[in-house]
């Protein structure tokens, strides 16, 4: 363990050698989570931090994140670290947007999804699973092409069948999902009023498929599926 605290003392060799050990090491520590996540595109598991700092528990990493969080906070920063997906992830701070609007006005547009998307993708969010079939019933269109666009954009994907006849396919969002939103959880979806969920819980009318099971990149995925009423 020693050795792996003074290779990244090494690795980091910009802090005052003044400070004491334990503050120096602390800091190093910091610093060197404060670089995976300035270097990471997607939200940053634990445990992906953990292989890296392979010298501290999940205990410690999560504690060194929170101690991030206020000191961006704290300092006024341009940059916020916040706790996305399952994971951590920094990103500019939300009260900065108009300026970040007036730097990227035009071609990030091209990005944003279709109104129909939002719509089908909103009754997936809240009332999943369900079929295509109960999507279209609920929109009265249509939902082929625009299942088949945000399955192409990894926000919804299989989770199983409905044991009825013609077993159809039922679908749930995904951690990309999350990050495409920002959100921590379904949890954190804002409260629709007059949208019910299912009345019961419908986990014995699904049968789970193939199809419904996580790829390795979603992995800890397991509470991406909304809980049923």
Do not use: C
């Amino acid at each position: 363990m020693e050795e792996n605290t003074s290779d990244l003392e090494n690795q980091v060799p910009l802090l005052e050698e003044t400070k004491p050990k334990a503050n120096k090491e602390e800091d190093n520590i910091k610093a060197v989570v404060e670089a995976l996540l300035f270097s990471s595109d997607k939200p940053l598991m634990i445990e992906q931090i953990k292989k890296v700092l392979d010298n501290l528990d999940a205990g410690q990493i999560r504690k060194t994140l929170e101690n991030l969080i206020k000191d961006y906070e704290q300092s006024n920063r341009g940059m916020r670290i916040y706790e996305v997906a399952g994971g951590f992830q920094m990103i500019s701070a939300t009260h900065f947007s108009s300026f970040l609007r007036k730097l990227y006005k035009g071609p990030q547009n091209s990005e944003k999804l279709s109104r129909p998307a939002l719509e089908t993708l909103a009754i997936i969010a809240y009332k999943q699973p369900l079929s295509k079939m109960e999507i279209e019933s609920l929109r009265k269109v249509n939902a082929d092409g625009v299942v088949s666009t945000l399955e192409e954009k990894s926000l919804i994907r299989v989770t199983g069948r409905r044991k009825t006849p013609g077993r159809p396919k039922v679908y749930g969002t995904t951690r990309q999902f999350l990050e495409y939103f920002g959100l921590k959880s379904l949890e954190e979806l804002p409260k629709i009023a007059n949208f019910p969920l299912p009345a019961e819980k419908q986990d014995e009318l699904i049968e789970k498929t193939e199809e419904a099971l996580p790829k390795p990149e979603e992995k800890n995925e397991s509470n991406q599926t909304a809980p049923a009423n």
